[in-house]
C-alpha cells in the first residue's frame, strides 16, 4: 500500500508485484517528461521519456502513462525487484528553453521480499 | 560509464569558509549545465543555470552573491558556495545535457556532492 511519510510517500510493494508510481505535473505547456531513480546518496539516473505527443511508452520492464487532460504521469513497474528500491522523481521539461528540468516531489518505492 | 562527474564527492567545513565543487562533463561538451539542491527526503530544487561564457541564470529566491557559479570551459562549470553557514548543508547536484539522436537532449546528472557546514 501507499503510505505518507514526513517527506516522500512510501510504496511498499512485494517482489515480483508491479508498481504503479504517480506524478501531477504543473505546466500545461510542458512537451516533454522524463522519470529518474535515485539511490541513496547518488544522482539521479534516466529510467524513461516521453513527449506530450504520445500517451504511452514502454521500455525494458517499465511503462510510462501520460494523461495530459489531468497533468498527470505514471510510471509502471513490472514485476518489481528488489534492485528497484530507490526513489523515483518524475520531471517535466520547461518548454521555455535550455533543457531546464522541474521535478516533482518523488516517491519512495520499497520492495520487500 | 559516468558521463557526469563532480568533485569533491563529500565536503565538511566550518562556518564562514567557502566551498567550491566542480562539475564536469567528461566526454561531451555542454554550453550549458544546471546546479540542484536537494535536502534530505524532499525532491532536487533547480538552483540555477551555469551559461558558458555569459552570467549563470538564478532561480528565484537563490541568491547569485551566496552561490557564485563559473562555467570556465565547455567541460567545466562551478559552484562556490560563500561564507557557507550549517542550513546550507546539502546535497549538490549537476546535470548536462547532451544532444544524443537528432536534436534530442539527455539530461545527464553527476553523482552529487554533500556538503555538510559545522
Known amino acids: 500500500g501507499e503510505s505518507v511519510g514526513l517527506h516522500l510517500p512510501t510504496l511498499s510493494v512485494q517482489e515480483g508485484d508491479n508498481s504503479i508510481i504517480n506524478c501531477a505535473y504543473s505546466?500545461?505547456?510542458?512537451?516533454?517528461f522524463i522519470w529518474y531513480k535515485q539511490e541513496s546518496g547518488k544522482g539521479p539516473q534516466f529510467i524513461i521519456d516521453?513527449?506530450?505527443?504520445?500517451d504511452k511508452r514502454q521500455g525494458q520492464r517499465v511503462t510510462v502513462l501520460l494523461n495530459k487532460t489531468v497533468k498527470h504521469l505514471s510510471l509502471q513497474i513490472a514485476a518489481t525487484q528488489p534492485g528497484d528500491s530507490a526513489v523515483y522523481f518524475c520531471?517535466?521539461?520547461?518548454?521555455?528553453?535550455?533543457?531546464?528540468?522541474?521535478f516533482g516531489a518523488g516517491t519512495r518505492l520499497a520492495v520487500h521480499p | 560509464g559516468a558521463v557526469v562527474s563532480q568533485h569533491p564527492s563529500r565536503v565538511i567545513c566550518k562556518s564562514g569558509t567557502s566551498v567550491k565543487i566542480e562539475c564536469r562533463s567528461l566526454?561531451?561538451?555542454?554550453?550549458?549545465m544546471f546546479w540542484y539542491r536537494q535536502f534530505p527526503k524532499q525532491s532536487l530544487m533547480l538552483m540555477a543555470t551555469?551559461?558558458?561564457?555569459?552570467?549563470?541564470?538564478?532561480e528565484q529566491g537563490v541568491e547569485k552573491d551566496k552561490f557564485l557559479i563559473n562555467h570556465a570551459s565547455l567541460t567545466l562549470s562551478t559552484l562556490t558556495v560563500t561564507s557557507a553557514h550549517p542550513e546550507d548543508s546539502s546535497f549538490y547536484i549537476c546535470?548536462?545535457?547532451?544532444?544524443?539522436?537528432?536534436?534530442?537532449?539527455?539530461?545527464?546528472f553527476g553523482p552529487g556532492t554533500r556538503l555538510t557546514v559545522l
Open positions: 520531471a517535466e521539461v520547461f518548454s521555455g528553453g535550455y533543457n531546464k528540468l522541474i
Open positions: 551555469s551559461n558558458e561564457g555569459s552570467k549563470a541564470t538564478y
Open positions: 566526454d561531451f561538451q555542454a554550453t550549458t
Open positions: 505546466n500545461s505547456a510542458s512537451d516533454y
Open positions: 546535470s548536462a545535457p547532451r544532444t544524443t539522436s537528432g536534436s534530442t537532449d539527455t539530461q545527464y
Open positions: 516521453i513527449r506530450s505527443n504520445m
